[in-house]
DNA sequence: TTCGTATATTACCCATCGGTAATAAAAAGT
DNA sequence: ACTTTTTATTACCGATGGGTAATATACGAA
């Protein structure tokens, strides 16, 4: 809330040595931030606490008066990020359309997300580094997420806005289609997120779709969303 | 050769106190095979070179007879199911035919490769836990199969076998697709490895294929390939 | 000031695990 | 039989890193 510290993106809240009030749960997000960026670029096992509270401009220790050990922390980045997707699920839910409508909304949703550092927790981070009950709860949310999908194609294929196909498999094949974004996405890179989404909606849905959503008239259909200045 | 040992799957060439004499390439193969299975279901960090060395019927240091590292044991897996797709590669470069076609044929074997531990490995080991060295080289493998989805759009876009559409973004759509059947392929699961490698290619370049290769007659398309006896 | 609480630090513990040294026991060569 | 080479074993080292104990410092309240 005070500025005594500008700095553009994602700081420490703890300044090298100086006021350092702020609310607890700003330090734990701050922790978190932290954590996910460096779990992510350095791998989990690559990342020693002793790294986190470094950035942090604290020591390891410290940590320790937020969470109660290594693997929470990363069980909760992987949560938020697992909550965030949820929050999709349900605006779509309630927003009603066709399956396929739902299924384009997940996929842009979903996409946007694994574009985002606790997106992709969820699909780069490795469960067997949780303790069980914690695997537990993680396993269960992919699960949801995973219906979701199926949900979708099912209810498109019902209500005939998606030709009959194998439900299960084209999940799994969307699924890891924009799971694998959580692979190879890079800020800053050539391809902006939106893009990418829109994108990955037409492009996954066409094989899909009992007819196109672009007008099959002249010219081979493309997909419509705004800047595409990929290939030639 | 010899049926002294005639167990079924990848047996250990060390009997527990007995006729250990085989040949150095069998045995080296074999700490392969079980690094690999353990590594996978594990965890690379999760598994220590103790446990590999227990199913082997050997100790640790007997290790060190065949390999330089633990690393060197995950690069030699890694290897391995990158020769093997490589393979594949080069036969589909040879046998010719269209761009359609030879990205189909791309996407059933390497669908096929993915629901082996070799193939697995390609994508569920992390490249961080190489050394540079070795690391380089993975990441010139990888760009070389990332390469071959490309050319193969490419090429099918210019021959008129597929509609055109962002090259980049859609190898990274299927390619994303197939490497998630290395995290969730179960041996002896509902879906056979051949089942699925059809399925993929139909629905995943359905969507990209200027005509159908189903007759568009009378019911809506299915997959054509052997047995696909899923969903409803 | 003084107490209580929250939060940070320094110093340390210790289990794990990759890797090595010294050596024993087979296999293979002569 | 004998030496040599290969391959295994037992015993150990040493770094790493998660986690803890004891303690110091800052903050809010009275």
Known sequence: MDGS???PTGQSPWMPFESRRRARDEKREAVLRTAVALFLDQGYHGTTLNHVAERLNITKPALYNYFRSKDEILYECWAIGAERVDERIDEIAAAGGTGLQKLRKLIIGYAEMMTTDYGKSLVRFDVRDLT????????????NIDRAFRDYIGQGIRDGSIRPCDVKLSAFAI???LNWIGHWYMPNGALEAEAIAGEFAIRLTEGLAVKSTRKKAGKPPVGKCKSRGVSR
């Open 175 to 177: 699924a890891g289609a």
């Open 5 to 7: 510290a500008s700095s």
């Open 132 to 143: 069980e009950h914690n695997r537990k709860i993680v396993r269960l949310a992919k699960k």
